[in-house]
C-alpha cells in the first residue's frame, strides 16, 4: 500500500516541478514582453484615477452649483426656462454640453427629458431619458415610466406598455410599481390583450393592496372579466 501511494505521489512532484520549470522558461522568454503590459496596466490605471480626482471632481463639483438653479425652475414648472437657463445660470441642456461625464450632467439628461415631455416634445424626450445612465433605484422606475407616456402620445401603444411594464418591474416598490401597472392594464386594453390586462390588475390587487391604484382596480377587474 505504501509503495503505491509513493508511485503516485512522485509523477505528480514530478509534474509540479516540470510546470513550474515550463513557466519560468516562460517567463524568462517573454520578459520584455510581460514587463510592458504590466507598465501599460499601471498607466492605464494612473491615468483613470488622474481622470477621476482631476478631471471628474472638480467638474462634477461646478456643475452641481450650477444645476441648483435648473432644478428650482423644474420644481415651478418652469420648463423652458429649467432646460435652456435665465441668463445667469445653466439650464439642463447647457449643464448637459459643460458637464456630461460628470454625475451631475448625467442627471440633466434625465431632467431635460421630463421637461420635454411635459412640453409636449416627447421624441425629443424619449432621445433625452434614453441618454440617461440609471444610478438612482427610484428614478429608473420613473424614467421608464416617462419614456412610456411619450410612446403613449406618439399612439405607440406596444412601445408604450413594454416601458411601463419595465417601470413596473424596475426595483418594485408600493410607490410607483402599482401606478405602471395601472397604466400599463389601461394601454393593454386599447391594444385588445384583455388576458394581459387582467393580470396587471389581479397583480395590483394581490401585491398593493394598501395602493390608492388597488381602491378602484375592482372595477376594472370587472370590466375585462366581462368583455372575456
Known amino acids: 500500500m505504501a509503495k503505491n501511494k509513493k508511485e503516485t505521489t512522485e509523477p505528480s512532484v514530478?509534474?509540479?516541478?516540470?510546470?513550474?520549470?515550463?513557466?519560468e522558461q516562460y517567463i524568462e522568454n517573454n520578459q520584455?514582453?510581460?514587463?510592458?503590459?504590466?507598465?501599460?496596466?499601471?498607466?492605464?490605471?494612473?491615468?483613470?484615477?488622474?481622470?477621476?480626482?482631476?478631471?471628474?471632481?472638480?467638474?462634477?463639483?461646478?456643475?452641481?452649483?450650477?444645476?441648483?438653479?435648473?432644478?428650482?425652475?423644474?420644481?415651478?414648472d418652469?420648463?423652458?426656462?429649467?432646460?435652456?437657463?435665465?441668463?445667469?445660470?445653466?439650464?439642463f441642456l447647457g449643464i448637459i454640453d459643460n458637464y456630461g461625464p460628470s454625475r451631475t450632467g448625467n442627471l440633466a439628461y434625465y431632467y431635460a427629458g421630463i421637461c420635454y415631455?411635459?412640453?409636449?416634445?416627447?421624441?425629443?424626450a424619449i432621445d433625452y431619458l434614453k441618454r440617461y445612465s440609471i444610478k438612482d433605484e427610484m428614478l429608473?422606475?420613473?424614467?421608464?415610466?416617462a419614456i412610456g407616456d411619450c410612446y403613449v402620445q406618439l399612439n405607440n401603444l406596444e412601445e408604450g406598455v413594454s416601458n411601463y411594464m419595465e417601470a413596473a418591474n424596475y426595483e418594485k416598490n408600493d410607490f410607483s410599481t402599482p401606478v405602471f401597472?395601472?397604466?400599463a392594464g389601461l394601454v393593454y386594453e386599447k391594444l385588445g390583450k384583455m388576458d394581459k390586462a387582467l393580470?396587471?390588475?389581479?397583480?395590483?390587487?394581490?401585491?398593493?393592496?394598501?395602493?390608492?391604484?388597488a381602491r378602484e382596480v375592482e372595477k376594472h377587474i370587472?370590466?375585462?372579466e366581462t368583455s372575456l
Open 14 to 23: 514530478e509534474a509540479l516541478e516540470n510546470a513550474l520549470t515550463r513557466t
Open 32 to 76: 520584455k514582453s510581460l514587463t510592458i503590459i504590466v507598465l501599460a496596466i499601471i498607466v492605464i490605471v494612473g491615468l483613470f484615477i488622474g481622470y477621476k480626482r482631476l478631471y471628474i471632481a472638480p467638474m462634477e463639483k461646478d456643475a452641481q452649483a450650477e444645476i441648483f438653479a435648473a432644478e428650482q425652475y423644474f420644481e415651478k
Open 78 to 91: 418652469s420648463f423652458n426656462l429649467a432646460l435652456n437657463g435665465d441668463g445667469n445660470y445653466l439650464g
Open 117 to 124: 415631455r411635459n412640453l409636449g416634445e416627447y421624441e425629443t
Open 140 to 145: 429608473g422606475s420613473i424614467t421608464y415610466g
Open 181 to 183: 401597472l395601472m397604466k
Open 199 to 213: 393580470e396587471v390588475y389581479k397583480q395590483i390587487k394581490k401585491d398593493f393592496p394598501k395602493s390608492s391604484e
Open 222 to 224: 370587472a370590466r375585462v
